[in-house]
């Protein structure tokens, strides 16, 4: 990867899963990386100081991405603390409960909506100001395969990564003009506690890598397999990429 030395990178849900592996890689690449958690402070906390054990710096700062003003919050914190900010990935995500249409609790659908779609959302619009200095600006929208699929005892997951994939596509023809480089990684399962639960939930399986022979390349898809590809992104090497979405499922789907 192209030296990322001098940038300053936000990451959503960056203490734990495929946020974690993204706040990792993006440091081991020289970035100055500022990790956002909801609730478990430890992780974010040992996100910070594995980053810092490796010779990199790192913050951590809570916020719910779900709360307008919280996001707007933060976005004050990046501008007065740092003064700037050159790549956003939005990484932070919940699963839904698996429920039919029908059975699906008016709650749940609000929730996750909000933290895939309103969140990211207003995040990004209070930190435009900041990512419109930046000269190359990257937005990198986490998303899934699940858009490709939507299958049955889904829907208010499906309909929240939808809306942040529509959200991508759209912000990257109006943001071009500004510099930003905006696009969308969707992986399948990932060895993450999200994939663990969804894989004992749909499989009846207890241990992710009893997956491993039944998955494409002998593994299931690891969160550092993801982060690279965000690495690319933000890179120097996709200078000239921008508004697409890059499906990670080793040609499941």
């Given at each position: 990867m192209s030296s990322l030395a001098g940038r300053l990178a936000l990451v959503t849900?960056?203490?734990?899963?495929?946020?974690?592996a993204v706040a990792r890689g993006l440091a081991a690449d020289g970035a100055e990386v500022a990790i956002a958690y909801r609730r478990d402070e430890e992780?974010?906390?040992k996100t910070v100081a594995?980053?810092?054990?490796?010779g990199g710096r790192a913050h951590a700062y809570q916020a719910s991405v779900?709360?307008?003003?919280?996001?707007?919050?933060?976005a004050a914190r990046i501008g007065g603390e740092h003064g700037r900010l050159d790549i956003l990935v939005h990484s932070a995500g919940i699963a839904s409960r698996g429920q039919s249409v029908a059975d699906t609790d008016p709650g749940e659908l609000a929730r996750?909506?909000?933290?895939?779609?309103?969140g990211p959302h207003q995040l990004t619009q209070a930190l435009l100001p900041l990512l419109r200095r930046a000269g190359r600006g990257d937005i990198v929208f986490v998303s899934s395969v699940i858009t490709d699929m939507y299958p049955p005892f889904s829907a208010p997951y499906a309909m929240g990564k939808a809306a942040m994939e529509a959200l991508a596509h759209t912000?990257?023809?109006?943001e071009r003009g500004n510099g930003l480089h905006v696009n969308i990684v969707a992986p399948g399962v990932v060895d993450t506690d999200?994939?663990?639960?969804?894989?004992?939930a749909t499989l009846g399986v207890d241990d992710i890598r009893q997956q491993d022979a039944a998955s494409p390349y002998g593994h299931v898809c690891s969160p550092e397999e993801v982060a690279d590809v965000v690495r690319f992104l933000v890179s120097d090497?996709?200078?000239y990429v921008t508004d697409q979405r890059i499906v990670i499922d080793g040609g499941t789907f």
């Open positions: 849900g960056g203490g734990r899963g495929i946020g974690r992780a974010a906390r594995d980053i810092a054990a490796a779900d709360d307008l003003e919280q996001c707007r919050a933060l996750v909506l909000g933290v895939h779609a309103f912000l990257a023809k109006e999200m994939g663990r639960r969804l894989v004992r090497a996709a200078s």
